[in-house]
């Protein structure tokens, strides 16, 4: 019971944007996922239990034929626990719906499971699930409803007042003095760069001049280490980072890069922002290892009018995280160059919906949790 309860604790250590992604997951992302299993044993090794709960945990996702992860043990090599724990967690998960599946019908988790018998699961496990699963069932329509126990842990308690007016033994830092607000100081010095980006914009007299222009005045303001713009081959579907500025810049230009794939690919293929992610579910194998000390990266796709041109991609060792103001700023620049790249290679809405009947019948490349 301890054991299935914290079966999936090592997902702390995976990063947000693989738990949450509204699809299937890369190869990429799909090896940062195992990797839970064994954050999963480190963690409970140094809580002293006074029953084997780590190799429920490790070996979870261990296979019947020796197939699975993280260790590749065969058989009754496998913990008889972890066993029942893999054909109880899959009969669960698919039972509900996902963010890249619906949910599965009853008949169709027991064919499911039955399946996987003698390759994925131990064929006496699956045996004596699938005869008791009625009396399991019964079980949990008796326990629906009933309150989630706490085991002792209460709301988080919040600070008195008392406790609010206490100062730090080394004094309050004193607030900084303007004769304006910090707000509007930073509006001011965004609008001036929005300005100044705008002309640098409309001189431009071809894509690459665009591209190179919207890069250099970026710098100002929002800070990077690398930039990539990604843009899609019209008539293809295909998209490939058109111009890249920064460090190793050279080497990140021309990377085609595929629906879907990493944080870039995925805020294409759903029109979406993903900021303050981990940049090596994106760099491609060589780029991250150059740039290990990367510490956040932010991607704004390039829409207008509902067209979707590609992607602005930013990667920061200096950052922790990009803020508001660095997003707001980075949405007001990536506005302006979709703008700019609809008036120099406007794409007609037949042609756009064309390209999208394209992209959904291309072959899926990636894996699945």
């Known amino acids: 019971k301890a054991g299935a309860l914290l079966h999936d604790i090592g997902k702390i250590a995976v990063p947000d944007y693989i738990l949450n992604k509204p699809g299937r997951l890369t190869a990429a992302e799909f090896e940062k996922m195992k990797y839970h299993t064994i954050a999963g044993a480190q963690i409970l090794s140094r809580v002293e239990f006074p029953y084997p709960v780590v190799p429920v945990v490790r070996h979870h996702h261990e296979r019947w034929d020796g197939g699975g992860y993280p260790d590749g043990l065969k058989g009754e090599e496998i913990p008889l626990t972890a066993r029942i724990l893999s054909v109880v967690d899959c009969f669960d998960a698919v039972r509900e719906d996902r963010q890249y599946r619906c949910k599965m019908s009853r008949e169709e988790a027991i064919g499911l499971i039955l399946r996987g018998s003698g390759t994925q699961y131990d064929p006496r496990v699956v045996g004596t699930f699938i005869a008791h699963l009625p009396e399991f069932e019964e079980a949990i329509r008796a326990h629906r409803g009933a309150p989630i126990p706490t085991f002792g842990i209460e709301p988080a308690e919040q600070l008195s007042e008392a406790a609010r007016r206490v100062p730090p033994a080394t004094g309050l830092a004193e607030d900084s003095v303007s004769d304006q607000p910090i707000e509007e100081t930073l509006v001011r010095d965004e609008t001036r760069s929005l ?120 990667y920061s060792s200096a950052l922790a995280e990009y803020t508001d103001e660095h997003q707001r700023a980075l949405g007001e620049a990536v506005a302006m160059i979709a703008s700019a790249l609809r008036a120099l290679s406007p794409l007609t809405r037949p042609e756009f919906e064309s390209r999208q009947a394209d992209d959904d019948r291309r072959p899926e490349t990636v894996m699945i949790a």
């Open 195 to 314: 300005v100044r980006l705008a002309r640098s914009l409309l001189a431009a007299g071809s894509q690459s001049a665009l591209l190179s222009a919207f890069t250099d005045k970026l710098h100002s303001m929002v800070p990077f280490d690398l930039c990539g713009i990604t843009l899609v081959v019209p008539g293809t579907g295909n998209t490939v980072v058109a111009h890249a500025a920064g460090r190793y810049a050279e080497l990140f230009k021309g990377r085609h890069i595929g629906l879907g794939q990493g944080v870039t690919g995925w805020a294409i293929a759903n029109h979406k922002v993903f900021c303050n992610v981990d940049p090596r579910l994106d760099l491609p194998l060589p780029i991250a290892g150059l740039l290990s000390d990367c510490r956040t990266m932010a991607v704004f796709p390039i829409i207008e009018d509902g067209l979707v041109y590609g992607a602005v991609s930013l």
